[in-house]
């Protein structure tokens, strides 16, 4: 049973991830709710840095029982999230990786529409994208169906601890990826409702080498698919013909999205040549050559005319003020 004062459990893996980590923690300790815990995972982190964080957090928080630090030995984002959900004490359960961050409200929201709602098993809300891109991450009105396509629900969603007991917790076999993808399925396949959340509740940091490129490689794709399908065969059987159906009409509309991207394209060259086989552009370009030719880059010669050049400019403007 739960204890005490503790309604929700935010479990925090952490790889190597020591330079975001506060972040993430510090993003919690924001939050206009009170009633939970955190528990970070350890999960057999290397980096120096990382580990110095670790420890610091560990003496800050030695005192706060709402703040745990487990360690064990490197075995993956699934099994460092199941075994932070094992010793946790709360009713309901946020996933939030060491990189990434939630907004103050968000907590408090979610956990009032899950005390309110008890059909609903699952709170999502969009996400804001920062790092090395920007810009909100679009998630659609739920539809079990269209999760079958693609993970339609943001990782960092509150969902009952009930629904992690039982399908099993976050299947260890799903090193790469989308293993809370297979995991939302589940719940849906336990008739859960999904509830969206509006409004800026969960930054989610874009990095060119976070684990989710991963799965945008082709062969790692097309093995986590077929995991998913032969996992969850029955599902997939019964909405055989929308899954079919949907998968070619996207693959339509991306082919489609292609050719006009080929024709602008073409468009653009077309100007393009346009110019270059213009008069002033074939001056231009001749200029330039004799330029080279003359003044070869990285030369002594072009070093010294540059030098001139630039006393010439602040002389004239020198001559302009005593005007």
């Known amino acids: ?9 935010i479990v925090i893996p952490c790889y190597n991830h020591g330079e975001f980590l506060r972040d993430a ?73 060491a990189d990434d961050k939630i907004r ?13 709602k008890p059909d609903v098993g699952v709170v999502y809300p969009h996400a804001r994208l920062f790092g090395e891109r920007e810009g909100i991450l679009e998630f659609p009105p739920f539809e079990p169906e269209r999760l079958l396509l693609h993970n339609s629900v943001v990782v960092s969603s509150v969902y009952r601890k009930e629904i992690w007991e039982t399908c099993g917790g976050y299947d260890p076999k799903m090193k790469i990826g989308y293993e809370d993808w297979e995991f939302w399925i589940c719940a849906m396949e336990m008739e859960w ?8 509740m969960f930054d989610y940091r874009i990095r060119p080498d976070s ?4 799965c945008h490689i082709p062969e790692n794709r097309r093995e986590l698919i077929r995991y998913i399908c032969g996992k969850h065969r029955d599902t997939y059987a019964k909405h055989l013909e929308y899954v079919i159906s949907e998968k070619e009409a996207i693959l339509l509309r991306s082919e489609l999205h292609i050719r006009n991207l080929e024709a602008i394209i073409r468009e653009k060259e077309g100007e393009l040549n346009r110019i270059c086989n213009s008069h002033g ?11 080279n030719k003359v003044f070869p880059m ?22 302009a003020g005593n005007t």
Do not use: C
Not at 48 to 73: A, M
Not at 298 to 319: D, T, Y
């Open 25 to 97: 923690v510090q993003s919690v300790f924001a939050s206009d709710f009170h009633d939970y815990e955190i528990i970070i995972v350890n999960d057999g982190s290397e980096d120096e840095f990382t580990l110095k964080v670790l420890r610091e957090l560990e003496q800050d928080f030695s005192g706060n029982p709402n703040l745990r630090i487990i360690h064990q030995e490197n075995m993956g984002v699934a099994p460092a999230r199941n075994k932070a959900i094992q010793i946790s004490r709360g009713e309901y359960i946020l996933p939030l990786d």
């Open 281 to 291: 552009w074939k001056a231009l370009s001749m200029y330039y050559r004799f330029i």
């Open 104 to 116: 103050p409200h968000y907590l408090g929201m979610a956990a009032a529409i899950l005390d309110n």
């Open 298 to 319: 990285n030369s002594r010669r072009r070093q010294i005319a540059k030098h001139i050049l630039g006393m010439l400019k602040s002389a004239e403007g020198e001559g």
């Open 1 to 9: 049973m739960p204890f005490p004062n503790i309604k929700i459990s």
């Open 193 to 200: 409702n999904f509830h969206f959340l509006e409004g800026d």
């Open 211 to 214: 684990r989710n490129s991963a």
